[in-house]
């Protein structure tokens, strides 16, 4: 394991200096590599591309029958045909917003987030979308298991989010909206090294220290 020698010098040492109190000692300090961390979302984001053609091609078509049907009577469509379009397309709009641009959301996600391990528990800042800090002590810390090895994930914990997918209804080209519960894996991501700051967890999770078993944000 090679230490780090330099953590005031880390450019995110005042960020954890401020998280945490006056008795820990700071051990490790990291960052996700933001290139590392949005390798997976340019699929998403194709899936955007692919959403907002076919979203594209209804509402078109929509528009269209509005001036067919505007020509053909001499009222027009109802205002309430226009509402139901204008909430249509903007939720289309949104939704193909959000695919398309989630390489960006993640990197901007990565670029504030901060990892740092102490005598006392490990840490995990974030700064986008929003401030929050999560704190976990050793007997929070259920295992240790690395993923990759230039740069990779140090798992120590999991929990249940809910999540939306899309699934094709049976024997249908439609798709339908379906939430769901996922287990969705907690620790260092898209980190350099990551062998060093596992065995630093490792000797925090062995180091049995009576502390709070409850989590902080």
């Known amino acids: 394991m090679e230490l780090q020698t330099d953590i005031q010098d880390h450019p995110s040492y005042p960020v954890v200096q401020q998280a945490i109190?006056?008795?820990?000692?700071i051990r490790w300090i990291g960052k996700p590599d933001p290139l590392h961390a949005i390798r997976k979302t340019w699929i998403v984001s194709l899936f955007g591309l692919f959403f907002g053609t076919v979203a594209y091609f209804i509402i078109s078509n929509m528009m269209?029958?509005?001036?067919?049907?505007?020509?053909?009577?001499?009222?027009?469509?109802?205002?309430?045909f226009r509402l139901i379009g204008f909430f249509i397309?903007?939720?289309?709009?949104?939704?193909?917003?959000?695919?398309?641009?989630?390489?960006?959301?993640?990197?901007?996600i990565a670029i504030g987030r901060v990892y740092a391990i102490t005598n006392e528990r490990a840490l995990i800042i974030s700064h986008f979308p929003s401030i929050v800090h999560r704190s976990f002590y050793p007997g929070d810390i259920k295992y240790v298991?690395?993923?990759?090895?230039?740069?990779?994930?140090?798992?120590?914990?999991?929990?249940?989010?809910?999540?939306?997918?899309?699934?094709?209804?049976?024997?249908?080209d439609?798709?339908?909206?379906?939430?769901?519960?996922?287990?969705?894996?907690i620790g260092f991501l898209s980190i350099p090294n990551p062998t060093n700051?596992?065995?630093?967890?490792?000797?925090?999770?062995?180091s049995q220290k009576q502390q709070p078993q409850k989590r902080s944000n």
């Open 21 to 25: 109190s006056g008795q820990e000692t």
């Open 64 to 80: 269209s029958f509005n001036r067919g049907f505007s020509l053909s009577t001499t009222t027009g469509p109802s205002s309430s």
């Open 89 to 108: 397309a903007s939720v289309f709009a949104v939704i193909v917003i959000r695919f398309v641009f989630a390489p960006l959301w993640e990197y901007l």
């Open 145 to 172: 298991q690395v993923k990759g090895k230039g740069v990779g994930d140090v798992i120590f914990d999991s929990e249940m989010k809910t999540v939306t997918q899309y699934k094709k209804k049976p024997g249908s």
């Open 174 to 185: 439609h798709q339908r909206m379906v939430r769901r519960k996922v287990k969705v894996e």
């Open 197 to 206: 700051a596992s065995a630093l967890l490792l000797a925090l999770k062995n």
